[in-house]
Antibody
């Protein structure tokens, strides 16, 4: 069974940093393309970025609003995906979900809440 | 960049059938697969349709997906509506420059 568990969310001041983690199990992690999606309170889903598997080049892509501030990485030895968030803004307040596509089916974690406020 | 447009809300009675549309602004809807996600209040999204019209294991066959090239749109149809189907539904597709594009979401009310 595919399981994704995010952690690391919390309250941070504008300009601050936070690192989210997503621990995965139930599939061959190193072969997976991994995605971060966020959802601001009362709003829709927004793609944050993704990292391809190393065998597919390991390319990392970011959405325009976070490019240059957020960094996605993966540790295949720990089956864990990371999202380093720097220079946080109030508009980054959201629940952050990690997502994997396994045999064409997207699986979602339960999400972790990030609140950026002074 | 292309956009996916969904109705803001739909409502229908239990036992009836409802269809939610997802219209692609540019590029062919048939060129890239469409997925549909269900998000119940307070929960994370789950996939109900992938690859335009396929259901993951465990999703009832009351849920179906389709593509209409003439209107450049995808549709999610839910038949035999149940109160538990009340949720937000999002479509998603992609192209070579935009890996994950979501529709704005549709709130389904089963009344």
């Amino acid at each position: 069974e595919v399981q994704l568990v995010e952690s690391g969310g919390g309250l941070v001041k504008p300009g601050g940093s936070l690192r989210l983690s997503c621990a995965a199990s139930g599939f061959t992690f190193r072969n997976a393309w991994l995605i971060w999606v966020r959802q601001a309170p009362g709003m829709g889903l927004e793609w944050v970025g993704r990292v391809k598997s190393k065998t597919d080049g390991g390319t990392i892509d970011y959405a325009a609003p976070v490019k240059g501030r957020f960094t996605i990485s993966r540790d295949d030895s720990k089956n864990t995906l990371y999202l380093q968030m720097n220079s946080l803004k109030t508009e980054d307040t959201a629940v952050y979900f990690c997502v994997i596509v396994y045999y064409s089916v997207p699986y979602w974690g339960q999400g972790t809440l990030v609140t950026v406020s002074s | 960049n292309f956009m996916l447009t969904q109705p803001h809300s739909v409502s229908e009675s239990p036992g009836k059938t409802v269809t939610i549309s997802c219209t692609r602004s540019s590029g062919s809807i048939a060129s890239n697969y469409v997925q549909w996600y269900q998000q119940r209040p307070g929960s994370s999204p789950t996939t109900v349709i992938f690859d335009d019209n396929r259901r993951p294991s465990g999703v009832p066959d009351r849920f179906s997906g389709s593509i209409d090239s003439s209107s450049n749109s995808a549709s999610l149809t839910i038949s035999g509506l149940k109160t538990e189907d009340e949720a937000d539904y999002y479509c998603r597709s992609y192209d070579s420059n935009n890996p994950w594009v979501f529709g704005g979401g549709t709130k389904l009310t089963v009344l």
